[in-house]
T-cell receptor
Framework: GNSVTQMEGPVTLSEEAFLTINCTYT??????LFWYVQYPGEGLQLLLK?????DKGSNKGFEATYRKETTSFHLEKGSVQVSDSAVYFC???????????FGQGTRLTINP | DTAVSQTPKYLVTQMGNDKSIKCEQN?????MYWYKQDSKKFLKIMFS???????INETVPNRFSPKSPDKAHLNLHINSLELGDSAVYFC??????????????FGPGTRLTVL
């Protein structure tokens, strides 16, 4: 079946540190891959996405590259801010499936 | 100008009661969804509708009954509430989910607490 595995949290970093949150997936066919972010007390917002192999999604300083050979979509940011503290979800969607399959989420806390 | 809205935001009720959560989207999207987020933040699809037609029913107990009166609304009715139904329920919508590439837009969530 289709599944997404994210690195275990919580992750705590200092401001301006480099961030990587690992995400790997299992899927038939060629899924689209997404990162969603959930700020405290809010719903999910799309952070970035990639719909085919080697695509790079980017937004707000975050990047992730769709790596078919390693079935990965790791999230990176060069210099995190306190305002990046949130829960990050990696997700996939397959053609015709009409749903998102989420990883377990990674809670990120950035200390000043 | 809320894109996907849900009511109520919080819902506290007793076991055995029946309750409804409403969702509306003003994005003109064709597809709407309900997701459940448990206490460990894990998110799982419950239902999806495309143009008022049920597409996915993901092994959800039949105490949960979605209803889509038109493509802008998808409500969730829950009968005989149980303690395990306590969760945050998110509504979402997308333009067309069949290609798998469309972004889903989420509502703010409804936190349901069953006592």
């Amino acid at each position: 079946g289709n599944s997404v595995t994210q690195m275990e949290g919580p992750v705590t970093l200092s401001e301006e540190a480099f961030l990587t949150i690992n995400c790997t997936y299992t899927a038939t066919g060629y899924p689209s891959l997404f990162w969603y972010v959930q700020y405290p007390g809010e719903g999910l917002q799309l952070l970035l996405k990639a719909t085919k192999a080697d695509d790079k999604g980017s937004n707000k300083g975050f990047e992730a590259t769709y790596r078919k050979e390693t079935t990965s979509f790791h999230l990176e940011k060069g210099s995190v801010q306190v305002s990046d503290s949130a829960v990050y979800f990696c997700a996939l969607s397959r053609q015709g499936a009409q749903k998102l399959v989420f990883g377990q989420g990674t809670r990120l806390t950035i200390n000043p | 100008d809320t894109a996907v809205s849900q009511t109520p935001k919080y819902l506290v009720t007793q076991m055995g009661n029946d309750k409804s959560i409403k969702c509306e989207q003003n994005l003109g999207h064709d597809t709407m969804y309900w997701y459940k987020q448990d206490s460990k933040k894990f998110l799982k699809i419950m239902f999806s509708y495309n143009n008022k037609e049920l597409i996915i029913n993901e092994t959800v107990p039949n105490r949960f009954s979605p209803k889509s009166p038109d493509k802008a609304h998808l409500n969730l009715h829950i009968n005989s509430l149980e303690l395990g139904d306590s969760a945050v329920y998110f509504c979402a919508s997308s333009q067309d989910s069949r290609g798998g590439t469309d972004t889903q837009y989420f509502g703010p969530g409804t936190r349901l607490t069953v006592l």
